[in-house]
């Protein structure tokens, strides 16, 4: 059993940056990928950046020359930093886990940001 608690969101304004952190805890072997997603009001919950535990990392095009995603493997930590924030970011930003066949997901934070 994997538990992820997100924090570092609230509300930005417009151009400004966020860094969100998402810690893992529980027992067990170490997580092959963390990602985090997103979710706006009326969308559908979609990925913006995964990484592997070799480092290896992906990101949706909508993010990609703006967000970094990076991982801390001693801390069990993800992060995801955010530049040049726009309105059109606002969502709950969600984390996710996966280890072997089983997924997990944080909570979610809200991240708003205000033109």
């Known amino acids: 059993q994997v538990q992820l608690v997100e924090s570092g969101g609230g509300l930005v304004q417009a151009g400004g940056s966020l860094r969100l952190s998402c810690a893992a805890s529980?027992?067990?072997?170490?997580?092959?990928?963390m990602a985090w997603y997103r979710q706006a009001p009326g969308k559908q919950r979609e990925l913006l950046a995964g990484i592997t535990s070799s480092d290896s990392t992906n990101y949706a095009d909508s993010v990609k020359s703006r967000f970094t995603i990076s991982r801390d493997n001693a801390k069990n930590t993800v992060y995801l930093q955010m530049n040049s924030l726009k309105p059109e970011d606002t969502a709950v930003y969600y984390c996710?886990?996966?280890?072997?066949?089983?997924?997990?997901w944080g909570q979610g934070t809200q991240v708003t940001v205000s033109s």
């Open positions: 996710y886990a996966r280890r072997g066949p089983y997924i997990y």
């Open positions: 529980g027992s067990g072997s170490s997580i092959d990928v």
